[in-house]
Each structure stands twice: as C-alpha cells, then as structure tokens.
C-alpha cells in the first residue's frame, strides 16, 4: 500500500526547502541593493561634505580711494582707458592706508597677498559699470586669496605652531584684525557659477565648462537623433531579412561595445588631421560623441519599435493605410517615450565621458566662456580632471563642487527620462 503520510511529509519538506530557498534569495538581493545604495550614500556625501565649501567665498571689505589723478582716467574716458588704468595701485593703496605700521619688504607682500590677483579686475569691472565711482572713496568687497579663504572656512588650523601651519603669525595677525573690525565676511560664492576656468582657485569657475558642454550636447543631439531614429525604423519596419541587414545589425552591437577612446582617436584622425576642423572645440566633440551614442540610441530606438504591438500595425494597414502612414502615424508615436528615453540616457552617458575628448584637444587650459560651436571650450568631466590635478589646495573643494554639479546634470537628465517615459507610455 502506498503510505500517504510519507509522500505529505516530503512534500512538505520540499516546500519548505523551496520556500527557504525563495527567502535567501529575497534576502540576498535586498542585501546587494542595500550595499549599494549604502556605497553610493557615502560616496555622494563624501563629495558634498568636500564641496559644500567652493559655494561659500570669503570676501575682505576695503576702503578705496579712486583718485582719478593717480589712475589717469575720468568719467569721461573710453572703455579701453578704464581697462589700461592701474587698479591694482588703488587696493594697494587702501590695504596700506589700513596697517601703516607694515613697512618691509616681505611684510608689504604678506599683506597685498590678502586679496585676490583678481581684485583689480574686480575694481575695474565696478567702475565700467558705475564711472561715478571716478573720484570717490567708496568701501567696496573684494574675493580673498585661497589661502585666506581656507584660513577662515577651518581648512587651514590657526592653531596649529607655526611651522606646520601654511599661513605664518605675521599674515594671521592681519587677518585676525580685519576680522574684529568686521571686514571679513563670507557670501555665497556666485562666482563659481559665472566665471571661467583660473590659475587662481579663488576666482575659477565653471561657466565656461558648462556652456562648452550644452554646445556639445548640442551639436550631438541634432547628429544623433535623426540618424538614430531612422536608422532603428528602416532596420525594423522595412529592411529586408538578409545576409547584408544582419552584418549591419551585428556591427551596430558590436559599435556598442568600442571603448569610447577608440573614438577618439577616430576623432583625431579624420577630423581634425583630414578635414581639418578646429582643435578642442564643441563642434568636433559633438561629432565623436554622436559616432559613440549612435549604437546605443539605435538600439533603443529598436526596442521601443518592436515593443509596439503587431495588432497595431494590422489595424492600421486593414484600414487602408499605406506601409508609410503605418509607420509614421502609428507605430512611431506609439514608440516615442522609449526612444526619447533612450535618447537622453544616450545623451547623459555622453555628458560624462572624457576620453575621446582627450585625443581631441578639450583639455586645453580656456579662460574664455565659448560663444558658439567653433569656439575653443572644455566640458565638466574634464573640468574635473584639469583640477583634480591641480597643486593647488584651493582646486580640491572646486573638484568636488565640479562633480556634485555634474552628478545633478545626469540626474536631471535621468529624471526627464523617467518622466517622458510615464507620461507618454501605453500600456497595451
């Protein structure tokens, strides 16, 4: 007779052992997501922690005579007069006014070495915009040095002997004065996000980076998506099944999977050797960077044509519909979320590579904020790698501040992306 009774156990203990299985699975990949989550925790942290202060900027307040015998200009002078004149003597001026008692030589470096090299430029760009000024004496804000920035954020221990600190007591004495009378204050550092790339890491921005990027993203957006997109549909809707359709499809994979410096060096080669084309401008980084997003927007593109149902399509053409009007007034529409979902994370993966616009020229040192596609410019991956190898300590609370800026752009894009593809998505 066949005992029931056993075959219930065992099947019993089968369920169980599939059902504890099943949990230490569950458990498992709750665990890896936590890891994970909790290592990206800490890495975005660590780098808001470190770029928290690049958004503070210390500022000294001084008393300044614009004496327009000493600079040789007036009210009346022209815009290239106003630039030529000697602001520099003027701060010069003030700061010995405040401690006449610095006479040597060192003493009097210590002490202009409290501001800016940028000052004067700053004084200059204030009397161009009010040429009241021009006679004046007027208490006016000026960026301080990175080192006196560093001393007043706590990046540099006051503390500390002497020897170890890299400001000495002389220079820290003029700084603790100026700070009881009240002339050292910290702002937001609006700078950051309005000037160009420095030597000086006081007065270094990222504007210049950001505009050369958008001016990249650009020119590979308008490369990219219209050859993506109709290279995905022919391939999909009308391309005949055949031995030359398959090795295009195996290399647009295949494309996928090239290491991104490979087309920079294609980069390199053809356009800027052959043709020609400007070096370490946004026209040619858009062009290497659409060669690299191409696959990936195609095979996205592909995905969301096929995931349009095939009733769709049989709807469509029984109603009389050409093969055409099927597809561009049908299919495509159905199909737009996933391919401009895929589009913006093509377009977020191109926003933060480096390498082909290495062998390209972008790593130039560029000051000027670029005006078009032809100009010389650098994007913020390589901002980044610019001055995370700068000596300067300065430059360290700019790096993280150029990431965290960076990491908001993708998020954004991501974001955009999450949020065409629920508003515009069907279910079928």
């Given at each position: 007779m066949i005992n029931h009774n056993s075959i219930t156990q065992k099947v019993e203990r089968s369920l169980k052992k599939r059902y504890l299985k099943e949990k230490l699975f569950k458990a498992m990949g709750f665990a890896s997501v936590s890891v994970a989550f909790l290592f990206l925790l800490i890495l975005v942290s660590?780098?808001?922690?470190?770029?928290?202060?690049?958004?503070?900027?210390?500022?000294?307040?001084?008393?300044?005579?614009?004496?327009?015998?000493?600079?040789?200009?007036?009210?009346?002078?022209?815009?290239?007069?106003?630039?030529?004149?000697?602001?520099?003597?003027?701060?010069?001026?003030?700061?010995?006014?405040?401690?006449?008692?610095?006479?040597?030589?060192t003493q009097k470096k210590d002490l202009y070495s409290l501001v800016s090299i940028g000052?004067?430029?700053?004084?200059?760009?204030?009397?161009?915009?009010?040429?009241?000024?021009?006679?004046?004496?007027?208490?006016?804000?000026?960026?301080?040095?990175?080192?006196?920035?560093?001393?007043?954020?706590?990046?540099?221990?006051?503390?500390?002997?002497?020897?170890?600190?890299?400001?000495k007591n002389f220079k820290l004495g003029l700084i603790e004065d100026l700070e009881k009378n009240g002339q050292i204050e910290k702002t937001f550092n609006w700078s950051f996000f309005s000037n160009g790339d420095s030597r000086e890491p006081e007065i270094a921005g990222?504007?210049?980076?950001?505009?050369?990027?958008?001016?990249?993203?650009?020119?590979?957006?308008?490369?990219?998506?219209?050859?993506?997109?109709?290279?995905?549909?022919?391939?999909?809707?009308?391309?005949?099944?055949?031995?030359?359709?398959d090795f295009i499809e195996i290399n647009i994979n295949n494309l996928a999977a090239v290491?991104?410096?490979?087309?920079?060096?294609?980069?390199?080669?053809?356009?800027?050797?052959?043709?020609?084309?400007?070096?370490?401008?946004?026209?040619?980084?858009?062009?290497?960077?659409?060669?690299?997003?191409?696959?990936?927007?195609?095979?996205?593109?592909?995905?969301?044509?096929?995931?349009?149902?095939?009733?769709?399509?049989?709807?469509?053409?029984?109603?009389g519909a050409s093969k055409m009007q099927t597809v561009f007034h049908h299919v495509f529409p159905a199909a737009l979320p996933g391919i401009l979902t895929g589009t913006i994370i093509g377009m977020a993966q191109a926003l933060g590579e480096t390498a082909p616009l290495l062998m390209i020229g972008?790593?130039?040192?560029i000051v000027d904020i670029p005006q078009s596609v032809a100009d010389p410019a650098t994007v913020l991956p390589i901002q980044v790698y610019l001055w995370a190898d700068s000596p300067e300590r300065g430059f360290l609370e700019k790096t993280s501040a150029a990431i965290l800026v960076l990491i908001c752009f993708l998020i954004a894009m991501n974001a955009i992306a999450i949020y065409l593809r629920k508003k515009f998505e069907k279910k079928w």
């Open positions: 660590d780098i808001t922690i470190k770029a928290l202060p690049a958004f503070v900027q210390t500022q000294i307040t001084l008393e300044i005579e614009l004496n327009t015998e000493k600079l040789g200009i007036n009210q009346n002078s022209t815009t290239v007069e106003i630039k030529q004149a000697d602001f520099r003597a003027s701060i010069r001026d003030a700061l010995r006014k405040q401690f006449p008692d610095v006479k040597k030589r000052a004067e430029y700053q004084l200059r760009d204030l009397v161009l915009e009010n040429r009241a000024y021009l006679g004046t004496t007027k208490k006016l804000s000026f960026i301080a040095d990175d080192d006196v920035d560093a001393l007043v954020k706590g990046v540099i221990d006051r503390k500390v002997e002497e020897s170890a600190r890299r400001i990222i504007k210049g980076a950001v505009m050369g990027s958008l001016y990249t993203l650009l020119v590979t957006l308008l490369m990219t998506f219209p050859v993506a997109v109709a290279a995905a549909i022919y391939l999909e809707e009308f391309a005949p099944k055949n031995r030359m359709v290491p991104s410096i490979v087309f920079g060096l294609l980069g390199l080669a053809v356009f800027i050797n052959f043709f020609e084309l400007p070096r370490s401008a946004p026209i040619v980084g858009g062009i290497v960077l659409s060669l690299m997003t191409l696959p990936t927007i195609i095979i996205a593109s592909r995905s969301a044509i096929k995931a349009v149902p095939p009733s769709l399509r049989e709807a469509a053409l029984g109603l972008m790593v130039a040192f």
